[in-house]
């Protein structure tokens, strides 16, 4: 018994039935070209040009003790923080830093635990310790957007830039990233340009749309996000740890372009401005699986996780 | 630095601030007349009458090594299920079983890992094994129903009754409760009537609205939610525990009701039909906490997390 139906489990009972009908399945590339697709039989039919290589130069790994988070980062909605928040990465500014909030249904945030006294915090050498928000950017018609038909509560427009949710607004002409689970952004204070990279936050609840604009998102996790959402709930406020013994140690923050080849998780990510992703945003508002009797008809934009997979499997 | 606001640490700075400004803090019933509130001032201003106690005949307790989940049950939405539950924990049918999935950014769920093993599953005695399905039930005005004005991607109409997140369309004349973080339902196979509360899920990430009307939703996790969603993610498909050995032991699962008074958790949970509840809602809506530079505006239920505390606290 379950809710939901995007596993292994639903397409190998699928499979199943077709052959006992004692019918052939069609080849993937003809299911493909049919309407009603499942999330798991538009992915098999996914050509290999479908899928584009996360660039070594715009990917981060987060080493926890309990593994690697893979974080790929959004230069065209954030160049400023990617440029900071790589420059803090190669003067290895992270390393034996750590995550200091883990709060139930909204962010796990990482950073210097003694940021607020001079005495003990970590120095930044050659990046630079704030930086003005980059909340959000001027359109750009030259990169595609695939817009969703279903509506917003928050903004008049939502759907996806390179493999990133987004919003638009034509009337002030600007876009901005958006609050979905796995997004990762840029603490700050009260003012605009308090925060720069330094320290980061990734949501691991639902999201939180309301930060939208509020905070500078540069990334989003890609693998392993569940080393940061599974961590157990900080209970001080907001979720800071406040016993430093409770605090996880990041042992490093790396750019996959630093890190030896062999050593790298080499990821590709479902192209965003593909036919097949077109197939699976409507095969996830269609719910086509036998499990579903009720079809949803609609689709958010953060219920539309883009596929991540390890290279060629 | 943060994102967000709601915790003590920003009320503990602008109460500092006003502090500062000489200005003395307006008694908390007349700042509640006041427009421009927090949602932390909005809290502190709710009246005793503002806060009903959990029923403990419609309060279970689910006790793991980790801590106690308390769950609020919904009969208005899903009086059958409901019962059973209860009657299923009234013959102590979970104890000793245990969790079986723990799926990232989707859900928790209970129930007998040997559940499709006759000579392995548990017995049920007296309730029922399943059910026919309480995906939604007639509308009733009798019965407030908390209306948001921010629209919806999924439903015509969605709001609070009586502390639970629902869903309502006229023309159907039905309403359902909805797929929020923390909201409990019933798993189920492929047919409608294959569930009945001998399996159940709690949703521990971004709001899965695919599933409503597809599950019959009985209940909201009220507090202990961090014991189910910081457990390790499970690597078999769908999130399934696949070796016995990971499972998680459930050490009980119980009604308050029969919990022996001074082992009770006495909780109560901001009334939703309360002007407690609807500044609350508005205040979420405008974010006038200091660190908020763009204001929504706009506030999507699931956004809208209905306080609940100790009572009397």
């Known amino acids: 018994m379950k809710p939901g139906s995007d ?4 397409a190998s009972t699928l499979m199943a039935f077709i052959f006992l009908l004692g019918v052939q399945p069609a080849r993937a590339e003809e299911r493909s070209a049919q309407k009603a697709l499942t999330v798991a039989e538009v992915l098999a039919a996914a050509k290999a040009e479908d899928w584009r290589a996360l660039d070594p130069e715009n990917t981060l790994y987060l080493e926890l003790a309990g593994g690697r988070v893979v974080i ?6 954030a160049p400023n923080h990617v440029a900071n928040v790589k ?4 003067e290895k500014y992270f390393d034996g830093l750590a995550i200091v909030r883990v ?7 990482w950073g210097d635990a003694n940021a607020e006294d001079p005495a003990k915090a970590r120095r930044i050498v050659s990046a ?4 003005p928000a980059e909340f959000d950017r001027a359109c750009d018609d030259a990169v595609p957007f695939f817009a969703l038909p279903d509506g917003d509560v928050y903004a008049p427009e939502v759907g996806f830039v390179d493999g990133f949710p987004a919003a638009r607004d034509r009337n002030s002409g600007r876009m901005w990233l958006i609050h979905c689970y796995g ?3 840029a603490g700050r204070g009260d003012t605009a340009d308090s925060g720069g990279g330094a320290e980061d936050y990734v949501v691991i609840g639902h999201s939180p749309r309301h930060l939208d604009r509020n905070c500078t998102l540069f990334g989003r996790v890609v693998q392993g996000i569940e080393h940061l959402s599974s961590l157990p709930r900080a209970a001080g406020p907001m979720g ?7 605090l996880i140690p990041i042992r490093s923050l790396r750019l996959a372009a630093d890190v030896p080849p062999a050593e790298r998780t080499e990821f590709e990510v479902l192209r965003t401005d593909s036919e097949t992703f077109r197939r699976l945003v409507q095969a996830r508002r269609e719910r086509n699986e036998a499990w579903f009797l009720n079809k949803p008809g609609r689709v958010e934009v953060c219920n539309v996780p883009v596929p991540a997979r390890i290279k060629g499997r």
């Open 240 to 246: 800071f740890i406040e016993d430093p013994a409770q």
């Open 72 to 77: 790929e980062l959004a230069p065209f909605f």
């Open 103 to 109: 709060q139930d249904n909204y962010v796990v945030q």
């Open 183 to 185: 997004m990762v952004g």
């Open 7 to 10: 596993g292994r489990r639903i």
């Open 87 to 90: 420059a803090l990465a190669r």
């Open 128 to 131: 630079k310790p704030t930086l």
